[in-house]
């Protein structure tokens, strides 16, 4: 017993609140398909998807502190780009090969990278509302030029059909295939995050002008991160297609990138692992309160009222202040030093 | 010697006030020197002009030689010029020690790097660089938790991450207690005398201005009233009767 207290709390200790729980939770995501009936499986595969693409999110909103309302403009390219070019490769007979399904996967990320270079290259000269707004902006704008340009993206009617090869249409392959794309895109992200850059993002989140005096070209270093975090939603995206069989203009809309938003608040902007908590709350609670009514977006309005009056830091935020509490009374007992990690 | 900063017929205005007239400014390398004046005066503007914060009206700034009029703050930043605010700025939410590291990062040109673990990147030189300004056994502590002179002591200490050659500091000592002052300046002496550091401050105590500045210049209105050794412009009729006589009287 107090060896294993002993290794949660190293955990802790090298990783912060994100390391015991990224691994509760990758144990349970790893068991999910092993409870009775697909649906929950489905569902899995769905908070996975959406919880990456929050993720994707976090990384403009915790780390470099600029909120984006158009962040799903990325999310719906990477789907479309990967649901174009499936279409593309499916052969006659409406099928389509392993390896061609996986090459029309890496269209995802690089489309959604593009966009955000190029929506990130105005996007960076404004922060804090001006930034939101704008992003907001392009975000509509991609999807209406999605919406309307029926010959290429098939406007509303969205593209269907996107039956991955049969090995991957059973619900617990095709889940178990999410996750692992999902581990290892998280793994990258946890490499950014801890890395020199990610650290350069918190200082321009804390204070812009005091990087600038340090010889850092802040906008530069924004646009980098904007295209990081837009190709990541956009794996996220390439994975939505062949999830749900089928892409529409929605995909890049802003209630989509509320969703993100929403996932975020609910888990925690501070934690590295809190917008897929968030995700994990937020899509099974849909899950089921949608089977018992209709008035989801009512549930989720008043949710996220009470998270952001009462509970600002999220989830994860709030077990990190009972802890930082319980400590805080250990040290004042003991000799403790206290030590701080902000931003995991 | 050859002078490290040349600042010509430098003007700013904001509006219709003339925040900088005309100033004409020179320091050379090495040098340790002072900005003295009343509130207003257009000590931290001056500062704001030569590290391109505002830009400039009229005139000209040269670093060793080069002209850096009206370039971006980060790309001065990188030639070698280095400044502390007046008012703490500081990464609030980061702990003191990766305020200097990410400093140091910059420094060493590896702020893009996604590939390298921050943790492992720059140590010895944040380790140095915490230890120089004390801040040693407070480095796992929140920023924006520490008390006021802990702040302005992280403040310098990022200032001198990046490995200055020119250094600038507005207030160093403001808010800080007289023996946090003590030391601060004391450093800021040691940095001056052992690694050749040049360094230009603002200073409202007459008494740290007289003990660590070797030259003075003493602007008012947004012009510079006189320059020279501190024993000069301590004998300055003007000077008196702008700045001087409202402490000494």
């Given amino acids: ?344 | 010697m050859a002078a490290i900063l040349e600042v010509t017929g430098l003007h700013k205005h904001f509006g219709g006030i003339h925040v900088t007239r005309d100033v004409h400014f020179s320091m050379q390398e090495g040098e340790q020197s002072a900005i003295i004046g009343p509130n207003g005066a257009g000590k931290s503007t001056f500062m704001n002009l030569l590290t391109g914060y505002h830009r400039c009206d009229a005139g000209k700034v040269l670093f060793e030689g080069q002209d850096i009029t009206n370039r971006p703050p980060h790309n001065i930043a990188r030639l070698g010029i280095s400044r502390a605010f007046q008012i703490s700025s500081i990464f609030a939410k980061m702990t003191v020690a990766e305020n200097v590291r990410s400093a140091v990062h910059a420094q060493m040109r590896r702020s893009f790097s996604i590939f390298g673990v921050a943790a492992r990147v720059g140590v010895e030189e944040t380790d140095r660089v915490l230890d120089l300004c004390g801040l040693e056994g407070k480095r796992a502590l929140v920023a924006g938790e520490l008390a006021q002179g802990d702040k302005k002591r992280l403040e310098l200490a990022i200032a001198l991450a990046g490995k200055p050659r020119l250094l600038f500091l507005d207030e160093p000592t403001a808010g800080m207690s007289i023996e946090e002052a003590r030391s601060t300046m004391e450093l800021v002496d040691r940095l001056n005398r052992e690694l050749g550091l040049t360094v230009l401050f603002t200073e409202h105590d007459m008494g740290i201005v007289f003990n660590h500045a070797r030259k003075l210049t003493l602007m008012h209105r947004g012009e510079i009233v006189v320059q020279g050794t501190p024993e000069e412009v301590r004998a300055n009729e003007v000077a008196q009767k702008v700045y001087l006589g409202e402490h000494h009287a």
């Fill in chain 1, 1 to 344: 017993m107090s060896a294993n207290g002993n290794g949660w709390s190293r955990l802790y200790a090298g990783y912060g609140l994100s390391g015991p729980v990224a691994l509760v939770m990758l144990v349970l995501f790893l068991l999910v398909p092993l409870l009775p009936g697909e649906y929950w499986t489905v569902v899995g595969t769905e908070i996975l998807i959406l919880g990456l693409f929050a993720m994707s999110f976090n990384l403009l909103y915790g780390y470099m502190g600029q909120i984006s309302f158009g962040h799903a403009a990325f999310f719906g390219l990477g789907a479309y780009a990967t649901a174009m070019l499936f279409m593309r490769l499916k052969t006659a007979g409406g099928e389509i090969g392993m390896l061609d399904f996986f090459l029309s996967l890496t269209a995802g990320p690089p489309v959604a990278a593009l966009g955000a270079l190029i929506v990130g290259f105005f996007c960076v000269r404004l922060t804090g509302i001006y930034f939101a707004m704008l992003s907001l902006a392009f975000g509509e704008l991609l999807f209406y030029i999605v919406f309307s340009w029926y010959s290429f993206t098939k406007g509303d009617d969205g593209i269907q059909g996107l039956l991955p090869p049969l090995y991957f249409q059973d619900a617990v392959h095709y889940y178990y295939l999410t996750l692992a794309i999902v581990v290892v895109a998280l793994l990258a992200m946890w490499r950014i995050a801890e890395s020199p850059f990610g650290y350069i993002m918190r200082t321009l989140r804390d204070n812009q002008r005091r990087a600038a005096f340090l010889g850092i070209n802040v906008r530069l270093h924004m646009l980098m991160n904007f295209v990081i975090a837009g190709a990541f939603a956009g794996l996220a995206g390439a994975l939505w297609g062949p999830f749900s069989r089928s892409v529409s203009p929605g995909l890049l809309g802003w209630q989509e990138s509320g969703i993100a938003v929403f996932m975020t608040l609910i888990g925690g902007a501070g934690a590295f692992v809190g917008p897929i908590v968030g995700s994990v709350i937020y899509t099974m609670l849909q899950a089921v309160v949608k089977m018992y009514t209709v008035y989801w977006p009512l549930t989720i309005g008043t949710i996220i009222l009470l998270i952001v009056l009462f509970v600002p830091g999220g989830v994860l935020g709030l077990i990190e202040k009972r802890i930082k509490a319980r400590q805080g009374r250990l040290a004042d007992a003991g000799d403790g030093v206290e030590s701080a990690r902000e931003g995991r």
